[in-house]
């Protein structure tokens, strides 16, 4: 079949160009940019109750955070002040004003329940992320390389068999009553062997795929096992501890307020020391908005955290990413 090419007005030689053929460019496979991370995000992003949760969450962490850098907060401001102590909030706002820091009452020093509460979460939230921070890089470490390698394993079964049947909240109390209750000894008590139980199920899922062929061939090839552990099992495991994770931080908060409950807590305001000193308030008409405003604020900043991080650790699973 013949074709007239002169109705485009051009030449053939300005219509076709003769390609070369190379060897080294057929075997280049083009492909889409992936980005993990930024997969993760849009999965997470894709649900609008995730943006609702964030949102609250970025709530909770600025009245931690930021609101106490602007108030001029004293406990015993008011104590001489009887006329100002447990008063429910529409009787605080009537004797001490129409504003913000009234809205929740006033406690048994007359000071603002609303501002305490803040400043409470703020060493709560603190103490929370920084026993998780050292918590998880000691478990998912040690974990890593105790599931790699069997000489470790063998040491830190026996580890485990022995320091995992001490009950944890009894270990706690007693390095509490040893030294001085201050935010220092409660890192240091929910930290001392906080990380044995988060290393004993990094080991458990890196044995699940440690033999894998990859691993098999970095072995032979002669790469050691910490390496091996870094940069060929974790990578595979970033859902794994972002869930880890979300369990770790509102337990910690939930150990604070329990210790402080049962009179062991921080010399310091944190919410579980305002729900240890509002005990009696619980069970006084009137008073109970002293004591049920931190264990609502605490329940919610845990709930949040929880729901927030188990979202990410969903969107963190590359099989949701299709």
């Known amino acids: ?17 003769l390609v070369d053929h190379s060897s080294l460019e057929s075997e280049k496979i083009t492909a889409p940019r992936y980005s993990y991370w930024q997969s993760v995000f849009r999965v997470f992003f894709r649900k609008k109750s995730n943006i ?5 969450l970025a709530v909770l962490i600025a009245f931690a955070y930021i609101y106490p850098l602007f108030v001029d907060y004293d ?56 026993c998780a921070a050292i918590n998880m890089t000691v478990g998912v470490v040690i974990g890593s390389i105790w599931g790699f390698s069997k000489k470790v394993d063998a040491v ?27 935010f220092a000894t409660m890192v240091f ?9 988060i290393a004993y199920f990094i080991r458990t899922q ?21 390496k091996i552990a870094i940069k060929n099992i974790l990578p595979f495991m970033t859902s794994v501890i972002v869930t880890l994770l979300a369990t770790e931080i509102p337990s910690y908060i939930s150990y604070e307020v329990f210790l402080a409950y049962i009179g062991m807590g921080l010399s310091e305001m944190s919410l579980g020391r305002m729900i240890f000193e509002a005990e009696s308030a619980m069970v006084t008409p ?29 969107a963190s699973d590359p099989r949701t990413h299709m």
């Open 1 to 17: 079949m013949n074709y007239d090419f002169k109705q485009f007005n051009m030449s053939e030689e300005e219509l076709f160009t």
């Open 52 to 56: 609702i949760i964030l949102s609250i």
């Open 75 to 130: 406990k015993f401001g008011n104590l001489l002040n009887a006329d100002a102590k447990h008063l429910s909030p529409l009787k605080a706002m009537n004797k001490l004003g129409y504003n913000i820091h009234w809205i929740l009452g006033s406690g048994a020093a007359g000071q603002s329940t609303f501002d305490a509460i803040w400043f409470g979460s703020r060493i709560s939230i603190s103490l929370a992320l920084a």
């Open 156 to 182: 830190m079964m026996n580890v485990y068999n022995v320091l995992a049947n001490i009950p944890y909240v009894l270990l706690i109390s007693v390095i509490i009553m040893i030294f001085t209750p201050s």
């Open 189 to 197: 008590a929910l930290t001392i062997t906080g990380w044995l139980s």
């Open 206 to 226: 890196v044995i699940i795929i440690r033999d894998r062929e990859y691993n098999l061939a970095s072995k032979c090839l002669g790469t050691s096992t910490i």
């Open 286 to 314: 009137g008073w109970g908005f002293e004591f049920w405003s931190p264990v609502v604020v605490s329940s919610i900043i845990t709930i949040v955290l929880y729901v927030v991080g188990q979202n990410l650790g969903d």
